[in-house]
């Protein structure tokens, strides 16, 4: 039986080689910029001619960021974090060193013993992570090499043109001609912590020009060092291949899962089986290896791609996770993977043949349908093929227009396009006022006999209160019509806490997480959703979130809003800065 876990080892290594790293880089920025370690290279500069003690500082405070961007790398085993530790470090005792050396010069020989002994510390260090190199396995993406090179070469070039305008600018601070040649030398030594040849007039305008030279050159390293280093993220993508195979599984056992149409967004990738008779969707985002739904295929061959998720997911150090799979597939997870769970919330699942608008119960709603029907509004209910090109221009248009946020939502429980060609079998609910679009609602297929709910969008500046009910009804009134006997409608999240918070006798703990959830309901449907879905009295079918360990819920729960585009990182730069 697998379970989900660091392979067998020493666990404790990576993250002990992980903190020392960081204290040890950490410990080396301080010394530059509290010990006053400037100072004593100068003086030592007037013992020791050739001593060049701005580049020894600008070494020292590089590879002491170095250090602590690679810390993270190490304590999640990345084997490229720990090839480039193995040269830092030694790079670190040999400043250390030279440190001491400086030290002992300057003041004595208790302040080189102090650096002596730092030096003994890191190459301690170094010895113990090569001892245990095994400890180091998880894989890294190619793409991320490509691109830290190409930002590398960008970034070169960058400084090299900032730096030939900063010097031809300041021609007036440069003692002598100014040559081309001389010019481009100076740059590319001062962005590596180098005095070039070109000499200034005044102290201070050298000064500058060293100090913009070497922070340049640093930036570049370091962001270069980032992207070199940070967590693979596989570019998510669904082949032409995978997804003639994904849809010949929901063919067959489409109707297990309401969500499992959703496999067919295109930026999810998939892994199958050994026999291939079972698929888990995935997306990795921010270190996190995300699948959704429940698997693909026939339920006996759900282990061995489980297994494969996990395995992938250890080989790379990424954090797996499962996002709102149903009870079933939740109870092989944790069987065959020893991953955890917690209720994520519920599913709203209306009966066709048991809906009805009678009753008190449903009285709101029937109230609501009512006065839409009274205002002049008019519903169709029709398969995507049935839609001719006009009106799938039209459709699509207006679902962009009313889209609430920059970025299209959606990952475990939306489809992520709109009246497409490859979803002919999609259902589009329209309501049309005097003629004008007001709203509609999209659902996938589940199985051969269910829809489940994907887009629901509607014209608030003109669209009447009341309209998604109308358009719910409208659809269950003429499912049957379709060969519908179940639809699927929004998911209610921690739908179970709001039923038992809000009953006579609720005890504390439940009635201050309601409250928690009743804040956060002002920025996220949360109670809202809940409140809706409740008005068609459905069944509720729970959904869960699958996770390794606690200290990993608050990064999982991260990525499942960045994946859900609740959380969007504003530009390209930015987003290479997001968590680890």
């Given amino acids: 039986m697998m379970r989900v876990r660091e392979r067998d080892g020493y666990r404790w290594v990576p993250t002990a080689a992980g903190v020392l790293t960081f204290l040890i880089g950490a410990s080396d920025v301080v010394g530059v910029l509290f010990r006053r370690l400037g100072r004593h290279l100068e003086e030592l500069h007037e013992v020791v001619p050739g001593l060049m ?6 070494a020292v405070v590089l590879v002491g960021v170095l250090l602590m961007m690679l810390s993270h790398g190490l304590a999640k085993r990345k084997r490229r974090a720990w090839r480039a530790a193995v040269v830092l ?19 004595g020989q208790d302040t080189g013993v102090t650096e002596f ?19 180091f396995y998880a894989a890294g993406d190619p793409r991320t090499r490509w691109r830290a090179l190409r930002t590398f070469l960008l970034l070169v070039v960058f400084d090299m043109l900032l730096g030939m305008l900063w010097l031809f600018l300041g021609r007036s601070r440069v003692v002598g001609d100014l040559s081309f040649g001389a010019a481009v030398e100076h740059v590319f030594l001062g962005l590596m912590g180098i005095p070039g040849p070109v000499r200034f007039a005044f102290d201070r305008a050298g000064d500058v020009s060293y100090f913009i030279l070497v922070t340049l050159g640093a ?15 596989p570019a998510p993508r669904l082949a032409v291949a995978d997804e003639e195979r994904v849809r010949d599984l929901l063919e067959r056992y489409g109707d297990g899962d309401s969500l499992g149409y959703f496999a067919l967004r295109r930026d999810k990738s998939v892994l199958w089986s050994p026999s291939g008779k079972a698929g888990v969707m995935y997306r990795v ?17 759900w282990p ?46 209306v009966d066709v043949a048991e809906f009805d608008l009678g009753g008190r119960a449903m009285r709101g709603v029937r109230q609501a349908v009512g006065r839409i029907e009274r205002r002049g509004y ?8 049935d839609l001719d090109a006009g009106q799938r221009a039209q459709l699509a248009a207006e679902a962009a227009r009313w889209r609430h946020s920059a970025a299209e939502r959606g990952f475990s429980m939306a489809l992520g396009r709109f009246v497409a060609d490859e979803d002919p079998d999609c259902v589009v609910v329209t309501a049309r006022q005097d003629g004008e679009l007001r709203g509609f609602l999209q659902l996938a297929p589940w199985g051969k006999d269910g829809l489940s709910l994907d887009v629901m969008r ?14 719910i009804t409208q659809l269950l009134a003429r499912a049957a019509e379709l060969g519908v006997r179940r639809v699927s409608l929004n998911f209610a999240v921690f739908r179970s806490v709001f039923a038992r918070g809000e009953r006579l006798g609720a005890g504390p703990v439940i009635r201050l997480v309601r409250g928690v959830l009743l804040m956060l309901s002002r920025w996220f449907q949360i109670e809202s959703l809940y409140r809706f879905n409740a008005k068609f009295r459905p069944d509720w079918e729970p959904r869960f979130l699958l996770y390794p360990a606690g200290r990993t819920l608050p990064r999982i729960l991260l990525a499942a809003l960045e994946a859900e585009a609740f959380i969007v990182w504003p530009g390209r730069f930015l987003r290479w800065l997001r968590p680890f």
């Fill in 458 to 471: 509607r014209d608030t500046a003109h669209a009447e209160n009341g309209l998604n009910e109308f358009l």
């Fill in 285 to 301: 985002v921010s270190g996190v290896m995300l699948a959704s739904g429940d698997p693909l295929g026939d339920p006996e061959a």
């Fill in 117 to 135: 002994r730092d030096t003994v510390i890191t190459l301690l260090l170094l010895v113990a992570i090569v001892v245990f190199r095994r400890e």
């Fill in 219 to 233: 930036l570049t390293a370091v962001v270069s060092a980032y992207l070199l280093l940070r967590p693979a993220e």
């Fill in 89 to 107: 470090l030694a790079a670190s005792a040999l400043l250390r060193l030279g440190r001491g050396v400086v030290a002992y010069l300057a003041q």
């Fill in 53 to 58: 003690p701005e580049t020894t500082v600008a």
């Fill in 378 to 385: 008019a519903a169709e209910v029709r398969r995507v093929r």
């Fill in 304 to 349: 061995g791609a489980m297994r494969q998720f996990v395995d992938q997911a250890a080989r790379h150090a990424w954090v797996p996770a499962v996002l709102a799979c149903g009870e079933r597939a939740g109870e092989v997870w944790v069987r065959e993977s020893g991953l955890a769970a917690i209720e994520l919330g519920d599913e709203a699942v």
